[in-house]
């Protein structure tokens, strides 16, 4: 069974960056889609960002795109989310997630959260004003 654990997160001044790591256990790392969500207080847990298999493909919310960067490493089995210039409104406790099963198209990339079946425990990112 694959396990997820994150990292990374913490309290940031607004305007700051964090870098959020994602380790993946198992064999077949490579073979999985990856995303990353987040659920603010009070809301709905909401995608941010997600990458391909082959990593060539990336979907990022509005909301973050040109601050945020989604990459992964094969070889460390992990993926990681690259956060500038943080906002008040980026708090949030933030989820990695995988696609294990039956991605066929590498470059293909899922949206929602029901295209994910493992769940990381999720991490802590408060940004203050």
């Known amino acids: 069974q694959v396990q997820l654990v994150e990292s990374g997160g913490g309290l940031v001044q607004a305007g700051g960056s964090l870098r959020l790591s994602c380790a993946a256990s198992?064999?077949?790392?490579?073979?999985?889609?990856m995303g990353w969500f987040r659920q603010r207080p009070g809301k709905e847990r909401e995608i941010v960002a997600a990458?391909?298999?082959?990593?060539?493909?990336?979907y990022y919310i509005d909301f973050v795109k040109g601050r945020f960067t989604i990459s992964r490493d094969n070889a460390k089995s992990a993926v990681y989310l690259q956060m500038n210039s943080l906002k008040p409104e980026d708090t949030a406790v933030y989820y990695c997630?995988?696609?294990?099963?039956?991605?066929?198209?590498?470059?293909?990339?899922?949206?929602?959260?029901?295209?994910?079946?493992?769940w990381g425990q999720g991490t802590q990112v408060t940004v203050s004003s």
């Open positions: 997630a995988a696609r294990t099963r039956n991605v066929y198209n590498v470059y293909i990339v899922f949206h929602y959260r029901n295209d994910y079946d493992t």
């Open positions: 990458l391909s298999r082959s990593g060539d493909n990336a």
């Open positions: 198992g064999r077949s790392f490579s073979s999985y889609s």
